[in-house]
């Protein structure tokens, strides 16, 4: 049976997304297979040969469908962070690398202990100067979702890119996306 059969999602039609300035949530992500897909990069940095990992990020790729939700996120002024594992020189490169609409960074060393405790999505809130019920947040492992619903704040699980996909099935998330343009439908 197919992931989205699983999930119960359809494909729906392209669709212009009017959000309303006063009921938009804050945007959480993590950054590697959530919003890039870095597997040409994951040898590099499992050996934490940085340089290496930074090589090869002009050969990595958006996933398809980000690019609208980047524009809808800049057009609406919607804040942002990314929470992840690895170290701030790689996300910040990366950031940079595709011109990501991020305003905040919480890193490996940023936050302790790390995913999957909640330590690092406390600082996001701290920094996006919001509570938990008005953020949201997308990620690709099971740490995203434990991080996430730890903090109180709502959480999804994307599939576009995991590599856990039977452990984020179980993972208590609190939606479950399979395209990337389904984060416009859950950020209003």
């Given at each position: 049976?197919?992931?989205?059969?699983?999930?119960?999602?359809?494909?729906?039609?392209?669709?212009?997304?009017?959000?309303?300035?006063?009921?938009?949530?804050?945007?959480?992500?993590?950054?590697?297979?959530?919003?890039?897909?870095t597997?040409?990069?994951?040898?590099?940095?499992?050996?934490?040969?940085?340089?290496?990992?930074?090589?090869?990020?002009?050969?990595?790729?958006?996933?398809?469908?980000?690019?609208?939700?980047?524009?809808?996120?800049?057009?609406?002024?919607?804040?942002?962070?990314?929470?992840?594992?690895?170290?701030?020189?790689?996300?910040e490169?990366?950031?940079?690398?595709?011109?990501?609409?991020?305003?905040?960074?919480?890193?490996?060393?940023?936050?302790?202990?790390?995913?999957?405790?909640?330590?690092?999505?406390?600082?996001?809130?701290?920094?996006?100067g919001c509570?938990?019920?008005?953020?949201?947040?997308?990620?690709?492992?099971?740490?995203?979702?434990?991080?996430?619903?730890?903090?109180?704040?709502?959480?999804?699980?994307?599939?576009?890119?995991?590599?856990?996909?039977?452990?984020?099935?179980?993972?208590g998330?609190?939606h479950?996306?399979?395209?990337?343009?389904?984060?416009?439908?859950?950020?209003?």
């Open positions: 049976m197919k992931l989205a059969n699983q999930l119960r999602i359809t494909n729906q039609p392209k669709r212009n997304y009017l959000i309303d300035t006063d009921m938009r949530k804050n945007i959480i992500f993590d950054l590697d297979l959530t919003l890039v897909d597997t040409l990069a994951e040898p590099y940095r499992s050996q934490r040969d940085w340089n290496g990992a930074y090589s090869v990020l002009p050969k990595c790729i958006v996933y398809e469908g980000l690019q609208e939700v980047f524009d809808i996120i800049r057009k609406y002024g919607i804040s942002t962070c990314i929470v992840s594992t690895s170290p701030r020189p790689y996300v490169k990366v950031v940079r690398q595709f011109n990501l609409p991020i305003n905040y960074i919480v890193a490996y060393h940023d936050a302790r202990p790390i995913k999957p405790h909640p330590a690092p999505m406390f600082k996001a809130l701290e920094m996006l509570d938990a019920k008005s953020a949201i947040s997308f990620g690709d492992r099971v740490i995203d979702i434990q991080a996430s619903n730890a903090a109180g704040i709502e959480s999804v699980a994307c599939f576009w890119g995991t590599k856990e996909k039977l452990e984020l099935l179980r993972s998330y609190s479950a996306i399979v395209n990337p343009c389904e984060i416009l439908t859950l950020i209003r």
